[in-house]
C-alpha cells in the first residue's frame, strides 16, 4: 500500500491554495482537510448558536481575525487522528496558522504519518495581488470552488466544476477584512516557515503571480519530485 503523506499549503490570501489543493486532490485522490470548512462547520451549525465558546469564535472569523488557535487545534487534531487511521494521504490549506497550532499539531501528526511524508507548500504572492485578487473573488454557492478574477472569468456567472451559481463573500472579501487577514497572516502565520525550517523541513515554493494552469504545473512538477502522485 502507498505511504500516505500530508501537504500542507501555505501562502497569503489569494494565493490560490484552495484551488490547487482541489487539482491536488482530484490528481491523487488525497483528501482536503480545510481548517476555514471544519471551523465553519461549528460556527454556523443551528445547535450550537448558543453556546457562548462558537459566538467568540464566529465574531472572529467574521471580523477576519484568527479563531483561537486551541480551539482550533483540537478540531483539526480529532480529524487528523480519524483519517490517518483509514491510511488517507490529507492536504492542508493555511493550517496550522499561529506557532501554538503548529507546534501542537505538527509533532502530533509525525506520529501517524512519520516527519518524512510532511512536506509544506509556500505559494508566494505580493500584498497588492492578494488585496485584489480577494476583493475582486467570487465562489460557487453550490461546491465553493474559487474563482480567481480575470478578463474571461469576470464574465462567468456559473462555476466550471459543478455549474452552480457564482456569489462574492460579502464582508468576508471587503478590503478592511482583507487586510487584518494579510496583517494576521505576516504576523502570526509567516512565522510557521521558520519553525518549519528549524525542524529540518524543506519548504517547496511556488510563485502565485501567474494564471492558476501555471501555478498547477509548478506544482505538480514539484510533486513528482517527491513522489506524491505513485
Known amino acids: 500500500m502507498k505511504q500516505p503523506k500530508i501537504l500542507i499549503f501555505y501562502g497569503p490570501p489569494g494565493a490560490g491554495k484552495d484551488t490547487q489543493a482541489r487539482r491536488v486532490a482530484f490528481k491523487s485522490k488525497a483528501i482536503i482537510v480545510s481548517s476555514s470548512k471544519l471551523i465553519e462547520e461549528k460556527i454556523f451549525d443551528p445547535q450550537l448558536q448558543n453556546d457562548p465558546i462558537v459566538q467568540r469564535e464566529r465574531k472572529n472569523y467574521e471580523s477576519g481575525a484568527l479563531c483561537t488557535p486551541e480551539w482550533v487545534t483540537q478540531i483539526i487534531n480529532d480529524k487528523v487522528r480519524e483519517l490517518a487511521a483509514q491510511k488517507q494521504s490529507l492536504i492542508f490549506t493555511g493550517s496550522p496558522r499561529t506557532m501554538y497550532e503548529a507546534e501542537n499539531e505538527i509533532p502530533y501528526w509525525e506520529k501517524f504519518y512519520g516527519k518524512e511524508n510532511i512536506h509544506p507548500i509556500l505559494i508566494t504572492l505580493k500584498p497588492e495581488t492578494s488585496l485584489f485578487r480577494n476583493t475582486h473573488r467570487r465562489i460557487c454557492e ?42 494576521e497572516y505576516e504576523e502570526r502565520t509567516k512565522p510557521i516557515l521558520d519553525y518549519l525550517k528549524e525542524r529540518d523541513y524543506q519548504i517547496i515554493e511556488i510563485d502565485g503571480e501567474p494564471f492558476p494552469d501555471v501555478v498547477t504545473q509548478q506544482l505538480f512538477d514539484a510533486l513528482v519530485k517527491i513522489n506524491f502522485f505513485d
Open 142 to 183: 453550490k461546491c465553493g470552488y474559487p474563482v480567481v478574477y480575470s478578463w474571461e472569468a469576470e464574465m462567468w456567472k456559473f462555476c466550471p466544476l459543478c455549474g452552480g451559481g457564482l456569489i462574492d463573500r460579502g464582508v468576508l472579501d471587503d478590503e478592511a477584512t482583507i487586510k487584518v487577514r494579510l496583517k
